[in-house]
Nanobody
Framework: QVQLVESGGGVVQAGGSLRLSCVAS????????MGWFRQAPGKERELVAA???????NYADSVKGRFTISRDNVKNTVYLQMNSLKPDDTAVYSC??????????????WGQGTQVTVSS
């Protein structure tokens, strides 16, 4: 397993942007599929975006065209650039890692999460 630490959350007005970062420990980061998840109060956790070790990317329909996931295997970091934010994007965002090639996981390493709040 890897240890994951997210940063970059905060409060932003609707239409604004944030970039989340997730730094992973260990020397095998490049072999993991990385995912960004979010969970809003009263709602189930959902996969927002995932990027495989070969660079294949998946997005939830709700964020396509607004969010971009990327990774830097030298810095052991995965990013989530969020543009045109909406109040519905308000949630705790967590990164996760899986050894599988499927963006659906199962994910077995999780960060602590970072709060994103979008005001209207």
């Amino acid at each position: 397993q890897v240890q994951l630490v997210e940063s970059g959350g905060g409060v932003v007005q609707a239409g604004g942007s944030l970039r989340l970062s997730c730094v992973a420990s260990g020397r095998t980061f490049s072999t993991y599929t990385m995912g960004w998840f979010r969970q809003a109060p009263g709602k189930e956790r959902e996969l927002v975006a995932a990027i495989g070790w070969m660079g294949h990317i998946n997005y939830a329909d709700s964020v396509k065209g607004r969010f971009t996931i990327s990774r830097d295997n030298v810095k052991n970091t995965v990013y989530l650039q969020m543009n045109s934010l909406k109040p519905d994007d308000t949630a705790v965002y967590s990164c996760a890692a899986t050894r599988t090639t499927s963006p659906l996981g199962p994910y077995n390493s999780w960060g602590q999460g970072t709060q994103v709040t979008v005001s209207s």
